[in-house]
């Protein structure tokens, strides 16, 4: 009876490895989860982000995740767009050549923004 308070430390060593692995197990899938939006460059999961491909120089975006390609992920906020826009972002993340039309991507979030 008198061991366990005489020896507090040799009782806890036992469970000290379980909640280690379940924090790295978390963390890296919370990792997976994350993306980076190319306009303020700030990590959000991916279910807040608007995915956004290139269909022949124009930029589209793709609320549903099904468009086929490379996808660039930015919030579906006009002031993130706009300075993905100024920063050639598109460009980079969707490999463009050219700088792509932004005006029906940018027309889209500005209509959801009113809503
Ligand atoms: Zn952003």
Known sequence: MTLQGDNPRG?????????????????????????????CRDRAVR??????VA???VLVPDPRKRLP??????????RC???AIRRRAFSRALRLEAL?????LLRYVQGSEET
């Open 11 to 39: 009782t806890y060593r036992q469970g000290e490895d379980l909640p280690g692995e379940t924090g790295r197990r978390r963390h890296r899938r919370s990792h997976r989860r994350q993306r980076t939006c190319v306009g």
């Open 69 to 78: 390609g490379r996808g660039a992920s930015v919030h579906p906020d006009s």
């Open 55 to 57: 269909e022949g120089g």
């Open 81 to 83: 767009l706009e300075l």
């Open 47 to 52: 279910a807040d982000l608007l995915r956004v």
């Open 100 to 104: 792509p039309d932004s005006s029906v």
